[in-house]
């Protein structure tokens, strides 16, 4: 991942580096699959490394290939700006527990009741989707009407041009 | 992918030939992936990815004018709208059998039952919402930029 993510920084060709972000994608899959996170790694999968790269393709087609080239001189002030913000990440993390510990906070609340009731109380073998669409059934309605409002916002702002621009090209064809 | 390249793709014959194959196993595999949510990973979500996944295939290799011939602009449309209003519609349907917006539990006789009824009809209405929104979104881009 790590020379994935450092040759999406080097190459100027906008095409590659669509490709190399879906693989960035995939690895980034296989890594939630190795912490057992199966749902959030088939998301990945098909959304990260799927769809969105297609998307990003479409844009692509758009616009052009390349990256222009930026300001040379920002590049020392953004390196050490970006240490900085890691140095402070990595320390914000020393104070997380441990990756499986027990005890951490994350497990204390109410996962233990979703683990043990929700057999009773649900009665579906798959505990992620019990909670996503049971008790965070808020949740994913909010989730729902994101989607819904980003597929509006698309529609409103380059999916209804098309249709007007065909109008004004038929009003033409037919005043020629 | 630049827009001759695309009309090139067009006449590849191992690319059409292998995506219609294909298409049919990822409608397929959206399908299972919808309704065995439950059981395994997976759900509305994923579903809805994986089912305009096959559309957006279909888009890439045939052109957008095809895709558009098969899934007409006002069922996208429609689907939107629908998905958000099957979810909502559970949770409406809930309050007015006399329990909490979205607990399912009312839904049938038994509470389990109900539970299962409900992420079914909630998951269905998410997937329809995603699939919908990922092929209006697709469209849109890739409609751009053709007089």
Redesign the interface.
Known sequence: MLVTAFAIIRIRNL?SVVILTGLFSLLAAAIYILMDA??V???EA??GA??ST??M??????TT?DEKSTYKNRAVPAAILSIITGAMLIYGTLDMPNYGDAKAPIHQHVAPRYLNQSAQ??????V???V???YR??D??G???V??T???G??AI??R??RR?KKE?VEQEAKT | ???AE?RIMQHKVVLRVVSKFLIPFILLFGLY?QWH??????????AG??F??AF?LYA?IFGVDKTRQAVPAWIT?CG??V??FI??GV?VATLFLGEN??N?NALAHD??HG??L??LL??L??GV??C???I???I????????
């Open positions: 095409f199966v749902d790694a088939f998301t098909a959304v799927g769809v297609v998307l393709l479409g844009t692509l087609a758009l290939n109380e649900i009665g579906l073998p798959n992620v989707t019990s996503l669409a049971s059934s808020y994913t309605l989730e729902t009407f989607i819904f980003a597929a509006m698309v529609l380059i999916g041009g098309r621009r090209n | 992918m630049k827009r695309m992936v949510g439950d059981f395994g990973p997976g759900g509305g979500f994923q990815v994986i305009a996944a957006i890439l449309r939107l709208a998905g958000v979810y909502a949770g917006f979205l399912y509470p389990i539970q299962h409900g992420i909630v998951e209405g998410v919402t995603v919908c929104a990922m209006t979104i697709f849109a881009f890739a409609g751009r930029g053709r007089k």
